[in-house]
Each structure stands twice: as structure tokens, then as C-alpha cells.
């Protein structure tokens, strides 16, 4: 119910024009930040967003000038941290670090969400993943090329462990389309989590993974990459990149994006305040302090910006969107 | 096997900081009272605390962690023996029969022989680590879907010990506790019985619906009862009783062994962990015991296995994070991130390089073993006079509690209320005579079996001949199978002992 009236008032463009000729009635009120932001992170303690939060926490609170209050909202795929999320009000007093892809996505399209992609505003997503075909080392599989051949002889000739109902699985199934690889032949090993899925690759129990690549820089000497889904080649992997193996015109769904967040409607209701956490995440961002406190601990500071961060993030609904079948259970 | 260079250089570093020392007690302390909190986790305790660590130097930062989750694992078992609520999932075992020795006014006994075993299961889960953190990385990573299931398996097969007189209504509470550890998404994708239920996507909430079964359970059924020992000269709190417990444990070097080994083992398999390790070493233990039938009434040496077993995982657990940087559950991702802070990153590289730090670790961790034993005794002295709380105060009070932590472990109102729905089935279980432990056994199992079992069908394609190819699949069965034939050996023996011996009287 909240979200409709949310709309609505981010549909009345108007709201922002009063916003800024009543500059007296925001005098009247102390200035933001007047009391300890929320920052809700919608995965139990230990995961990356939860260390992400904590880790950038005592920088952006210097930067804001109240603390910062982590709450953790773990669960069904982000989904109640999400709801909760959105229950809060768009007040600037609480905010989100999530993996907004490929949760919201996944949320959305999968399990009914009573919210939208768009009811989210991400200031800065800096942690892009991908997806990576890797194998361990030891197994004889030393290219893609010999996985394809393997596969389009016999499907299930190679075992796959793979998170169900994930962007990975998108990959591999438009991977096997764009290869003349039967689908349904595919031998796929599901596991519930990123960090099982590779253990079980770098540990040979399947032949090859297919998983979020950031993951496995830990785990860098015990596996042989094979293919990263992206752009370009990332993290200094030895792998070629899906558009130098698929064409340049290659079908592939981002990886994880994780970063900052703000209801959408902040935008519309209270835009000096989103100007007020929005700046405060670009400077600390961009503070080399703070950029080599983050480094020691693998996590990401890169600047994109909201324009970017969010535009990627609905490039990612619309291509999971397109593949909603492979999403619904496997 | 000891590399003595990097021994003295371990002793050099930790020499260098003596005030990197002085945190080694209050992360005890830290540690042993979260613990103790029915449903604040060792990971929870640790994530609190973690961000502390950010202005400590790399050691006192190591120190400090490392303490509280040592301290942590024993905390839990305190209120497992003195109110039936396991503090963590991996105390579970304890309550077997930590609880009825409590009830039977051996509370100090009890908590004695759970701080020795403690200690001493840590002590040397730390020194089989030190021998075996090579082989045991080169292994743990190899454990396929079906070595997964067998470990299962075989903590299902607890459920014969816990079956009480009725081994049907023992397999039928065992069945019913791996159903609802099924509920929710499974490995494949499918929901089961979440009955549009958000909340229930990632399944029941464990430890809620544990401690509604054990504790809340138990506890309507004292409310007749005005104390929770009967006999008021037995309501004592003796430093001498809790020593005598400690020595009672020492008495039983092959128990303390064997569920040191089954931990090590056990903990250092990513996702299985302490929690697993107390039941298959309490049910290995009662098997193989001359006085079996007495285990679940109040023998020390139950109490012995399961806490062995569970604090020794820790060392497992240290292990597989330090050979393959990998996090085998909560408390190591934890430490992996304090770790990673101080620029310093697990992997084969690491034990290589930096092996002054882990023998270092190591070091920290004998200190921390020895230490635990003095601040234990005074916590559990502290702690024992829960006894001396009339009931009609204990009652609430640990109810209120219990929901506290429910509430603090979902950070939402499903906590409390599947607190509440556990606490009725468990209380209806208790009326009907069905034994509610193997109802959590089979909860903490369930989830463990079936994915397993349906990632095994995944690997094999339903081929029979992947048994073959798994010979660490096929040892563990055997293993298993052997054990179980030779208890019937011993008990057949037993029985027809005692005939003759009925005869010849």
C-alpha cells in the first residue's frame, strides 16, 4: 500500500519545485542529519554487504556528523530486508546497503515482491561482479573451448555446480544457446550459496562452477579460470571474456552489484537530504584513505555514481526479466 | 612436523606486545556470557564485536577474537546444563545429560565436567591441529555430496539412542524434526511448506524452535515444582564439587579423545561443524559404553562426549580457514574479515609464508584454553546459583529471556513466535510420551541429509555406480556399519552375561 502512495508522490514532479521555494519551513527544522541513520542490510552479519557497511561506516559517519546504526534484515533472498526497507519511512534516516542486483530482480520477478526496481535508488554500486566459468586446478580442463566441445557432444558429460535460479544460471543457459548446447542435457549441481558453490569447484566435487568470480581471488591459486562474463577481461584473471568466446554481441547477464541505496521516492520528499548522503558517499568514496582501508579488507570503493549504478541495475532486471523461466525453480 | 624456526619467531611476536595480552579476558568474558544467552550465536557475538578489532593492532586484534569465540563455545553449555536450553546449536548434546545432573542436584558435577572437557577438547583440537593442518586441508575441499550425506546419516543415527522405551515414537519424532528441517527453499530451488510465508523461505528458525522444544517445553512441566532440584541440602554451590566434576572428566581420557578427533574431524568440513560433531560423538560414546542405559539420566560421561566434541571443532574449524582461506561457518568468516583488515589472507600461500602467525594463533589458543579454565570455574561457581531461584521466578525470567534472544536472532516478531508454536508441540510431544530430542536432531539434520541426497542424485544422474567412485563415501559407511555391528556384539554378550549370572544366583 505504501509503495502507491509513494509513487504518487513521485509522480507529482511538482513536490520538488514546492521543496525548493520553502526554504523557511526547512530552516525550522534542525539540519540534517539530526539523529543516527539507519543503514539496513538486508543479509545476516559476515556476508560482503554486511563488512561493505561496517567497513565504510566510520568514514561516512565523519563525513554525515551522526552515527550510523547497521541493522541486519537477513533472509529469503533479501526479501524481507527489502520489504523492510521499504516500510521505513523515506525520511533519509534510513538507508541500504544491498546487492541490489541480482536480488531486486530476483525479488520482483520471482517472489512476488510487494515493491519495484525503481521504488530503489542506488547513490553508488562499486561492487560489480560477474559471473566466471572456472574449473579446479588438476581437472585437464584447461580452456572453454574444450568445455564447449565437451558439451556439444554430450550435455551431461561435464558435472555444473551452480546456484539455482540465479544470474549464473542465465549465463550458462544463453552461454549454451549461443554454442549449440543442448539445455536440458545439462548436468547442473545446485547449491545454496556462493561460498558452497565454490568449494565444490575449487575442491574438484564438479567438474566446472559457475559462480560470481570476485569470490574466487581468495581462492586464486587452487583454480584455473576459464571464462569471465563480461565486457572485458576483470581482476587480472588469465580468462577470455564471454564477448571474445560468444561474439561481441554476446547475451550475459552482470553479477552481483552491491553498494549504497535510498528509497526512490527520498528523491521527491526530501532532495536536500538525499543531496546531503549523496555527497557524503562520493567524498568518502573517493577519499584515498578510506580507498586504501577498504583494499586491505577486498572491498570496493570505485566512484560510478547514481546515474550509472542505477542504469545498470535495470539493464540486469531486463535481460533476468526476459529469462524469467530460468529464474522460477529448476 | 614442527617447523622451530617459525615456532620461536611465533613466540618472538607474541612476546613483542605484552599488552596484546591484556585482552584475552574480557574476550573470555565476552565470549562466556553471549554464549550463555539462549539465542545469541558465537558468530553474533563475534560480528558485534569485529569492528572494535579495527583500532587494535593485528595480535591483541587476533586475541581478542579468537577469545571470545572460545569463550562462546563453553558459555553455551552452561544454560544446557542448568535449564535444558542449549545457548548455541552445538550444546545440544550437553543437555542430554548435563540437564537430568542438574536436576538431580550434581548441577556443579555437571558443569565441572563440561569446563574440563571444554578445555581439554580445545587444548587438544589446537594440537591436532598443529599435525594436521596440511593433511586435513588437502582432503576437506574433496568431500563430495555423498561423503556429506553419510556424515549425516550418521548423526541420524542418534535417533536409536534418543528413542527412550518406544523406538517407533523415537523415529516418528526423528521424522517429523527432518520434515520441518526441510521447509523452506531448498538446493534446487523448489519452496516446500512455506505456506506463503516469507519468513520461512530460509526454513524454521533453528535455534527458536530448538529452545521452545527443549527448554520452554521442560519448563511448563516444573510448574508444579517449586525449585528446579527438589532436595533443598542438594541446592548447594560447592567449589569442591565443581573441581571433583573436572577431575571426573579427566578420569575418561579415551571419551575426551574420541570426541576431540570426531570435532577436529567433524569442524573442519565447511558447513557441518560443531553443531554435528556433539551428537555423533555423544551417540558413538553411549554406543560403545558398558553402561548405555544409563546415558540420558545424568552420566558425566555424556556430558564428556558432547563437549569435547563441540569445542574442539573450533580447531577444525581454524584449520580449514587457515590451509584453504576458506570460512567452514560464521565465527571463521568473521575472523577471516578481522584477518583481511590487518592485510593478512588465508590459503596454502599463507600457512606457507606466515606460519610464525599461525603457530602464533595456535599459542594464543593454548593460553586461551588454560585461562578458560580458571575464569570458567568462577563463571559456572556464579552461574550455578541459578539452582537457588525458586521456580515460579526462574520460570518467567527464562522464558523472557529465551524470547529476548529469539527476538535478537531473526530481528523480527517470527522469532518469539515460532518460540511459542515449538514450545506447544514440544509440550504436547512431552504429554504424549514422544521423545522431543530427536525431533531436533532430526531438524538440524534434515536440511544437511536432503540436499545432499539431491545433489548426490544431481552429480551421479541416479547412477548407482558413483558409489564406487567414491570410496570415502564407501569408509564411512563401513566405519559405520562396523560400529553399529559391534555394539550388538557387545550388548548380545551382555545380555547373555547377565542371564548366566541370573541363572547361577
Not at chain 2, 80 to 103: K, Q
Not at chain 2, 222 to 227: A, D, G, V
Given at each position: 500500500?505504501?509503495?502507491?502512495?509513494?509513487?504518487?508522490?513521485?509522480?507529482?514532479?511538482?513536490?520538488?519545485?514546492?521543496?525548493i521555494?520553502?526554504?523557511?519551513?526547512?530552516?525550522?527544522?534542525?539540519?540534517?542529519?539530526?539523529?543516527?541513520?539507519n543503514?539496513?542490510?538486508?543479509?545476516?552479519?559476515?556476508?560482503?554487504?554486511?563488512?561493505?557497511?561496517?567497513a565504510?561506516?566510520?568514514?561516512?559517519?565523519?563525513?554525515?556528523?551522526?552515527?550510523?546504526?547497521?541493522?541486519?534484515?537477513?533472509g529469503?533472498?533479501?526479501?524481507?530486508?527489502?520489504?523492510?526497507?521499504?516500510?521505513?519511512?523515506?525520511d533519509?534516516?534510513?538507508?541500504?546497503?544491498?546487492?541490489?542486483?541480482?536480488?531486486?530482480?530476483?525479488?520482483?520477478?520471482?517472489?512476488n515482491?510487494?515493491?519495484?526496481?525503481?521504488d530503489?535508488?542506488?547513490?553508488n554500486?562499486?561492487?560489480?561482479d560477474?559471473?566466471?566459468?572456472t574449473?579446479?586446478?588438476?581437472?585437464?580442463?584447461?580452456?572453454?573451448?574444450?568445455?564447449i566441445?565437451r558439451?556439444?557432444?554430450?550435455?551431461?558429460?561435464?558435472?555444473?555446480?551452480?546456484?539455482?535460479?540465479?544470474a549464473?544460471?542465465?549465463?550458462?543457459?544463453?552461454?549454451?544457446?549461443?554454442?549449440?548446447?543442448?539445455?536440458?542435457?545439462?548436468?547442473?549441481?545446485?547449491?545454496?550459496?556462493?561460498?558452497?558453490?565454490?568449494?565444490?569447484?575449487?575442491?574438484?566435487?564438479?567438474?566446472?562452477?559457475?559462480?560470481?568470480?570476485?569470490?574466487?581471488?581468495?581462492?586464486?591459486?587452487q583454480?584455473t579460470?576459464?571464462?569471465?562474463?563480461?565486457?572485458?577481461?576483470?581482476?587480472?584473471?588469465?580468462?577470455p571474456?564471454?564477448?571474445?568466446?560468444?561474439?561481441?554481441?554476446?547475451?550475459?547477464?552482470a553479477?552481483s552489484?552491491?553498494?549504497?541505496?535510498?528509497?526512490?521516492?527520498?528523491?521527491?520528499?526530501?532532495p536536500?537530504?538525499?543531496?546531503?548522503?549523496?555527497s557524503a558517499?562520493?567524498?568518502?568514496?573517493?577519499?584515498?584513505?578510506?580507498i586504501?582501508?577498504?583494499q586491505?579488507?577486498?572491498?570496493?570503493?570505485?566512484?560510478?555514481?547514481?546515474?550509472?549504478?542505477?542504469?545498470?541495475?535495470?539493464?540486469?532486471?531486463?535481460?533476468?526479466?526476459?529469462?524469467?523461466?530460468?529464474?522460477?525453480?529448476? | 612436523?614442527?617447523?622451530?624456526?617459525?615456532?620461536?619467531?611465533a613466540?618472538?611476536?607474541?612476546?613483542?606486545?605484552?599488552?596484546?595480552?591484556?585482552?584475552?579476558?574480557?574476550?573470555?568474558?565476552?565470549?562466556?556470557?553471549?554464549?550463555?544467552m539462549p539465542?545469541?550465536?558465537?558468530?553474533?557475538?563475534?560480528?558485534?564485536?569485529?569492528?572494535?578489532?579495527?583500532?587494535?593492532?593485528?595480535?591483541?586484534?587476533?586475541?581478542?577474537?579468537?577469545?571470545?569465540?572460545?569463550?562462546?563455545?563453553?558459555?553455551?553449555?552452561?544454560?544446557?546444563?542448568?535449564?535444558?536450553?542449549?545457548?548455541?546449536?552445538?550444546?545440544?548434546?550437553t543437555?542430554?545429560?548435563?540437564?537430568p545432573?542438574?536436576?538431580?542436584?550434581?548441577?556443579?558435577?555437571?558443569?565441572?565436567v563440561?569446563?574440563?572437557?571444554?578445555?581439554?577438547?580445545?587444548?587438544?583440537?589446537?594440537?591436532?591441529l598443529?599435525?594436521?593442518?596440511?593433511?586435513?586441508?588437502?582432503?576437506?575441499?574433496?568431500?563430495?555430496?555423498?561423503?556429506?550425506?553419510?556424515?549425516?546419516?550418521?548423526?541420524?543415527?542418534?535417533?536409536?539412542?534418543?528413542?527412550?522405551?518406544?523406538?517407533?515414537?523415537?523415529?516418528?519424532?526423528g521424522?517429523?524434526?527432518v520434515?520441518?528441517?526441510?521447509?523452506?527453499?531448498?538446493?534446487?530451488?523448489?519452496?516446500?511448506?512455506t505456506?506463503?510465508?516469507?519468513?520461512?523461505?530460509?526454513?524454521?528458525?533453528?535455534?527458536?524452535?530448538?529452545?521452545?522444544?527443549?527448554?520452554?517445553?521442560?519448563?511448563?512441566?516444573?510448574?508444579?515444582?517449586?525449585?528446579?532440584?527438589?532436595?533443598?541440602?542438594?541446592?548447594?554451590i560447592?567449589?569442591?564439587?565443581?573441581?571433583?566434576?573436572a577431575?571426573?572428566?579427566?578420569?575418561?581420557?579415551?571419551?575426551?579423545?574420541?570426541?576431540?578427533?570426531?570435532g577436529?574431524?567433524?569442524?573442519?568440513?565447511?558447513?557441518?561443524g560443531?553443531?554435528?560433531?556433539?551428537?555423533?560423538?555423544y551417540?558413538?560414546?553411549?554406543?560403545n559404553?558398558?553402561?548405555?542405559?544409563?546415558?540420558g539420566?545424568?552420566?558425566?560421561?555424556g556430558?564428556?562426549?558432547?563437549?569435547?566434541?563441540?569445542?574442539?571443532?573450533?580447531?577444525?574449524?581454524?584449520?580449514?580457514?587457515f590451509?584453504?582461506?576458506?570460512?567452514g561457518g560464521?565465527?571463521?568468516?568473521?575472523?577471516l574479515a578481522?584477518?583481511?583488515?590487518?592485510?593478512?589472507?588465508?590459503?596454502?600461500?599463507?600457512?606457507?609464508?606466515?606460519?610464525d602467525?599461525?603457530?602464533?594463533?595456535?599459542?594464543?589458543?593454548?593460553?586461551?584454553a588454560?585461562?578458560?579454565?580458571f575464569?570458567g570455574?568462577?563463571?559456572?561457581?556464579?552461574?550455578?546459583?541459578?539452582?537457588?531461584?525458586?521456580?515460579?521466578?526462574?520460570?518467567?525470567?527464562?522464558?523472557?529471556?529465551?524470547?529476548?534472544?529469539?527476538?535478537?536472532?531473526?530481528?523480527?516478531?517470527?522469532?518469539?513466535?515460532?518460540?511459542?508454536?515449538?514450545?506447544?508441540?514440544g509440550?504436547?510431544?512431552?504429554?504424549?510420551?514422544?521423545?522431543?530430542?530427536?525431533?531436533?536432531?532430526?531438524?538440524?539434520?534434515?536440511?544437511l541429509?536432503?540436499?545432499?541426497?539431491?545433489?548426490t542424485?544431481?552429480?551421479?544422474?541416479?547412477?548407482?555406480?558413483?558409489f564406487?567412485?567414491?570410496?570415502?563415501?564407501?569408509?564411512?559407511?563401513?566405519?559405520?556399519?562396523?560400529?553399529?555391528?559391534?555394539t550388538?556384539?557387545?550388548?548380545?554378550?551382555?545380555?547373555?552375561?547377565?542371564?548366566?549370572s541370573?541363572i547361577?544366583?
Amino acid at each position: 500500500m505504501s509503495n502507491m502512495t509513494r509513487r504518487g508522490v513521485l509522480k507529482g514532479a511538482t513536490a520538488l519545485g514546492a521543496m525548493i521555494a520553502a526554504p523557511t519551513v526547512l530552516r525550522a527544522q534542525a539540519a540534517y542529519p539530526s539523529q543516527p541513520i539507519n543503514v539496513v542490510v538486508p543479509f545476516d552479519t559476515g556476508g560482503y554487504n554486511d563488512r561493505l557497511a561496517r567497513a565504510l561506516a566510520p568514514y561516512l559517519q565523519d563525513a554525515l556528523g551522526q552515527p550510523l546504526i547497521i541493522v541486519n534484515r537477513g533472509g529469503a533472498g533479501a526479501l524481507l530486508g527489502h520489504t523492510y526497507f521499504m516500510q521505513q519511512p523515506d525520511d533519509g534516516y534510513t538507508i541500504i546497503c544491498t546487492s541490489a542486483a541480482p536480488f531486486l530482480p530476483l525479488n520482483v520477478l520471482t517472489q512476488n515482491a510487494s515493491f519495484d526496481v525503481s521504488d530503489f535508488h542506488m547513490i553508488n554500486t562499486p561492487s560489480r561482479d560477474y559471473t566466471m566459468m572456472t574449473t579446479a586446478n588438476g581437472t585437464g580442463i584447461t580452456s572453454v573451448q574444450e568445455v564447449i566441445d565437451r558439451l556439444k557432444e554430450d550435455a551431461g558429460s561435464l558435472s555444473i555446480g551452480i546456484q539455482p535460479a540465479s544470474a549464473d544460471l542465465v549465463n550458462l543457459m544463453l552461454f549454451a544457446d549461443a554454442h549449440g548446447i543442448d539445455r536440458a542435457g545439462l548436468r547442473l549441481v545446485t547449491y545454496s550459496g556462493g561460498g558452497p558453490t565454490r568449494n565444490a569447484t575449487a575442491g574438484a566435487v564438479v567438474d566446472v562452477g559457475m559462480v560470481g568470480g570476485q569470490g574466487f581471488l581468495r581462492l586464486a591459486d587452487q583454480v584455473t579460470p576459464l571464462m569471465v562474463f563480461d565486457s572485458g577481461p576483470r581482476d587480472g584473471w588469465e580468462a577470455p571474456a564471454v564477448v571474445d568466446v560468444s561474439g561481441a554481441d554476446a547475451q550475459f547477464v552482470a553479477g552481483s552489484q552491491r553498494g549504497w541505496g535510498v528509497h526512490a521516492s527520498l528523491l521527491a520528499s526530501h532532495p536536500d537530504r538525499y543531496e546531503v548522503i549523496a555527497s557524503a558517499i562520493e567524498s568518502v568514496s573517493k577519499d584515498p584513505a578510506v580507498i586504501a582501508a577498504l583494499q586491505e579488507q577486498d572491498l570496493a570503493t570505485d566512484w560510478h555514481g547514481p546515474e550509472a549504478s542505477n542504469r545498470s541495475i535495470r539493464q540486469t532486471f531486463e535481460v533476468m526479466s526476459r529469462h524469467v523461466d530460468l529464474l522460477q525453480g529448476s | 612436523m614442527l617447523d622451530f624456526d617459525a615456532v620461536s619467531s611465533a613466540f618472538e611476536l607474541l612476546g613483542s606486545s605484552a599488552s596484546a595480552w591484556v585482552y584475552l579476558l574480557p574476550g573470555l568474558l565476552i565470549g562466556l556470557v553471549f554464549g550463555a544467552m539462549p539465542g545469541i550465536s558465537i558468530t553474533m557475538a563475534m560480528a558485534i564485536f569485529l569492528p572494535l578489532t579495527l583500532y587494535m593492532d593485528f595480535l591483541p586484534a587476533i586475541i581478542f577474537l579468537t577469545a571470545i569465540y572460545t569463550g562462546a563455545g563453553f558459555g553455551g553449555s552452561v544454560p544446557a546444563v542448568l535449564m535444558n536450553i542449549p545457548g548455541t546449536s552445538s550444546a545440544l548434546a550437553t543437555t542430554f545429560d548435563g540437564y537430568p545432573m542438574a536436576r538431580a542436584g550434581r548441577h556443579n558435577e555437571a558443569l565441572g565436567v563440561a569446563l574440563a572437557s571444554s578445555v581439554i577438547g580445545t587444548l587438544s583440537s589446537y594440537i591436532l591441529l598443529l599435525l594436521l593442518i596440511v593433511p586435513v586441508s588437502a582432503v576437506v575441499l574433496k568431500l563430495g555430496p555423498l561423503e556429506m550425506f553419510a556424515i549425516a546419516v550418521w548423526g541420524m543415527l542418534l535417533l536409536g539412542s534418543l528413542s527412550g522405551n518406544s523406538v517407533a515414537r523415537g523415529l516418528l519424532a526423528g521424522a517429523f524434526g527432518v520434515l520441518i528441517g526441510t521447509i523452506g527453499m531448498n538446493t534446487a530451488g523448489y519452496v516446500r511448506g512455506t505456506m506463503g510465508v516469507p519468513w520461512l523461505l530460509d526454513g524454521v528458525p533453528v535455534i527458536p524452535a530448538m529452545m521452545g522444544l527443549l527448554a520452554a517445553s521442560q519448563l511448563l512441566n516444573l510448574i508444579n515444582t517449586t525449585y528446579l532440584i527438589e532436595n533443598e541440602e542438594d541446592r548447594g554451590i560447592s567449589f569442591a564439587a565443581i573441581l571433583a566434576g573436572a577431575k571426573t572428566a579427566i578420569r575418561y581420557p579415551l571419551i575426551m579423545m574420541r570426541g576431540a578427533g570426531i570435532g577436529v574431524v567433524i569442524g573442519s568440513i565447511p558447513g557441518v561443524g560443531s553443531s554435528i560433531s556433539n551428537l555423533i560423538s555423544y551417540s558413538e560414546t553411549k554406543r560403545n559404553a558398558p553402561d548405555a542405559e544409563t546415558f540420558g539420566t545424568g552420566n558425566p560421561k555424556g556430558v564428556i562426549a558432547a563437549e569435547s566434541a563441540n569445542s574442539s571443532s573450533e580447531g577444525g574449524a581454524m584449520a580449514t580457514m587457515f590451509a584453504l582461506g576458506i570460512p567452514g561457518g560464521g565465527a571463521t568468516a568473521i575472523l577471516l574479515a578481522a584477518f583481511a583488515m590487518h592485510n593478512v589472507v588465508g590459503g596454502p600461500q599463507f600457512i606457507a609464508n606466515s606460519k610464525d602467525i599461525v603457530y602464533a594463533i595456535i599459542f594464543t589458543n593454548f593460553a586461551q584454553a588454560v585461562c578458560l579454565m580458571f575464569v570458567g570455574l568462577l563463571f559456572v561457581y556464579a552461574a550455578a546459583y541459578i539452582v537457588r531461584v525458586p521456580l515460579r521466578f526462574l520460570i518467567p525470567s527464562v522464558l523472557a529471556v529465551s524470547t529476548f534472544g529469539a527476538y535478537a536472532i531473526s530481528n523480527s516478531l517470527s522469532g518469539p513466535i515460532t518460540l511459542f508454536v515449538f514450545s506447544l508441540i514440544g509440550w504436547l510431544m512431552l504429554r504424549y510420551g514422544y521423545p522431543v530430542a530427536a525431533t531436533v536432531v532430526g531438524m538440524l539434520l534434515g536440511g544437511l541429509l536432503e540436499e545432499n541426497l539431491i545433489r548426490t542424485l544431481q552429480i551421479s544422474r541416479g547412477e548407482f555406480s558413483y558409489f564406487l567412485e567414491r570410496p570415502g563415501a564407501l569408509a564411512i559407511f563401513a566405519l559405520m556399519l562396523v560400529s553399529i555391528g559391534l555394539t550388538i556384539l557387545n550388548s548380545n554378550r551382555r545380555k547373555r552375561l547377565e542371564r548366566s549370572s541370573e541363572i547361577g544366583s
